[in-house]
């Protein structure tokens, strides 16, 4: 299947790029299919799920607010992520159902063991918090 160049960007916003490792987390029929299309065709290959034992270079976390416990969902994020690798976040928009408050992700976060980077628009019903290690935020650096 092509994804049209728009599409692809979606996948590029993420840091998306050839050959990467992709994990996807959460999925549900209410996931954006073109992002995740976009990033299967950005990175050359499918998605692993949760029962793959690869090293992830960047795991989509799809989560809304009745999926249960943030904490414990963003340290299963990071069980197999690689040293410098980044978990991208996507919670249903502000008024969307399922929205998760800004400030349950700023609490959570550190406790998983993660930090905010920044956050996007990543698909039309779908906002993207970049969560980071400390450490590999200071490599950045």
């Keep these: ?9 979606m996948a590029a916003r993420l840091g998306i790029k050839p050959g990467m490792v992709v994990q996807e987390l959460g999925w549900d029929e209410d996931a954006d299919e073109d992002l995740r299309d976009s990033v299967v065709e950005l990175s050359g ?3 692993v799920d949760e029962d793959s034992d690869e090293v992830a270079d960047v795991v989509l976390l799809w989560w809304r607010e009745e ?8 340290v299963d994020s990071i069980a ?3 040293e410098d690798g980044v978990v991208w ?14 400030g349950d992700v700023t609490e959570a976060a ?9 956050s996007i628009s990543a698909a039309k ?3 993207g918090i970049r969560l ?3 450490k590999a935020a200071r490599s950045r650096r």
Excluded: F
Aim: glycine share 12%; no cysteine; aromatic share 2%.
């Design 80 to 82: 197999l992520l690689a």
């Design 67 to 74: 999926d249960g416990d943030l904490i414990d969902a963003l």
């Design 1 to 9: 299947m092509s994804v049209d160049s728009g599409s692809t960007s």
């Design 132 to 134: 980071v290690t400390p």
């Design 125 to 127: 019903e779908w906002s």
């Design 89 to 102: 976040l996507l919670v249903p928009k502000s008024g969307r159902p399922g929205h998760v408050e800004p």
């Design 110 to 118: 550190p406790t998983a063991g993660l930090q905010q980077t920044s």
């Design 45 to 47: 290959g499918e998605m």
